[in-house]
């Protein structure tokens, strides 16, 4: 049996596993690169090589900075703000928070920002006139949105980077993202706060806020200030988005710097960072740069290439192509998380392009925008099935957001383009 064969297998078996949720993917990540190296298709340094890339780095030091925000209480500072601003009426809240959520997104993590609005929403909905469910998917929407305009933004970028780079030897830039990511924002903002308002009324009706079993741990907590400590922590992440956009250290240095600044400064502390990491999220992007290794190796993605060429022929217009894999990643991240539907689709996104000789980048973004920007159910994402909470119904996500799906879908097959040609 010959190695692609092999290393599709192992792909395939990955991936049922990341579906099923059998085992934690955590664990499924790195099940999947021991496969690599015991089948010899790759070193046990290259198949594990995915916990020393400069890509999980660079996650592991901006979720430090996230966490020394929520610490010194400049997080949920900012939005008790957004709920003063917006003086309870539901469209200005949903522009206001929406837009901040989106902000914040775009350097720390969205579960995070998230996390910060959700207590906000409940606490404002119980003491207004506001309708919990008509803001809270919204506005955590914005957190997604905001997530996708750089490459710190959220975990599919960032595993999508890895890919192409063990893959192609290429990577995407810090911001390569907005251009079209800030589109996408407007996009819904748009739809929020317009149609999407009438929509979502109509999906759910006007009944009041799900009463919680606790209300009291809905409500937002007070805020302890340290104006010292906000204002360093405030100074940090200037710095780390001055020399983001100067460019001067690799973007991976910059976020270590950052979390070690924070530690330092007080802002978090050592204790407060092994407690609050993510470590399922640093283990599953670590183990998914390691599989596409093997990927690489084995021989599996131009294997993949190869049977959808047969299918769709070679002389397909390179459109054509994109659309295929903006289309059939969206499909799929709407039943799988958004990582995984990026390890599934973009291998074979990166051997067709080789083999055509057309450009990686577009389609890594149009594969990255598409995975990121599905909520037509809860399990698309972790951030999407945090809503929960505010008692949607599993068809009103369907209801709620099949028109946005299709404008964004729109706006990336247009715009991507436009911006990357799609031809090297």
Request: glycine share 8%.
């Amino acid at each position: 049996m010959g190695t692609e064969i092999i290393s599709l297998i192992i792909l395939l078996a990955c991936i049922i596993l990341f579906v099923t949720h059998v085992i934690p993917n955590a664990v499924t990540a790195c099940l999947g690169c021991l496969a690599f190296a015991l089948t010899g298709i790759c070193t046990l340094s290259e198949a594990f090589s995915g916990f020393s890339n400069s890509t999980v780095l660079l996650m592991f030091g901006m979720m430090v900075v996230g966490i020394a925000m929520e610490d010194t209480g400049a997080a949920k500072l900012i939005g008790k703000w957004v709920q003063k601003a917006s003086a309870s009426k539901e469209g200005l809240f949903i522009l206001i928070a929406g837009t901040v959520s989106a902000i914040l997104s775009t350097f720390l993590s969205n579960t995070a920002v998230i996390a910060i609005f959700l207590p906000i929403i409940a606490s404002l909905s119980a003491s207004s006139n506001m309708n919990r469910k008509n803001i809270t998917l919204p506005v955590t929407m914005g957190a997604m949105f905001g997530g996708v305009c750089t490459l710190v933004g959220s975990t599919p970028q960032l595993t999508a980077n890895g890919i192409i780079s063990e893959m192609a030897g290429i990577e995407l830039k810090m911001f390569d993202y907005m251009p079209v990511g800030l589109i996408l924002f407007a996009v819904y903002i748009l739809y929020s706060t317009t149609i999407g308002r009438k929509i979502g009324a109509s999906a759910w009706g006007k009944e009041t806020a799900t009463e919680v079993a606790d209300n009291e741990a809905q409500q937002v907590q007070e805020i302890v200030v340290n104006k010292r400590k906000i204002i360093t922590i405030v100074i940090i992440l200037i710095l780390v988005i001055v020399s983001f956009i100067g460019d001067w250290i690799p973007a991976a240095a910059t976020a270590i710097i950052a979390a070690i600044l924070c530690v330092i400064t007080g802002c978090t502390t050592q204790k407060s960072v092994i407690k609050n990491m993510d470590w399922s999220v640093v283990f599953i992007l670590a183990g998914c740069l390691g599989i596409a290794t093997g990927i690489s190796k084995g021989g599996a993605g131009d294997l993949m290439s190869d049977l959808l060429s047969a299918v769709v022929g070679q002389n397909t217009p390179p459109i054509i192509l994109f659309i295929i894999f903006v289309v059939c990643t969206m499909l799929i991240s709407n039943f799988i998380t958004n990582s995984t539907a990026v390890v599934i689709t973009l291998p074979i996104a990166v051997a067709l392009c080789n083999a055509q000789h057309l450009n990686i980048l577009p389609f890594a973004l149009g594969i990255v925008y598409a995975a990121n920007l599905t909520y037509s159910t809860p399990l698309a994402n972790a951030q999407t099935a945090m809503t929960l909470v505010a008692g949607y119904k599993f068809s009103d996500y369907i209801k709620y957001t099949w028109l946005l799906n299709i404008l964004v879908l729109l706006t990336i097959i247009i715009f991507v383009p436009w911006f990357m040609p799609l031809s090297a």
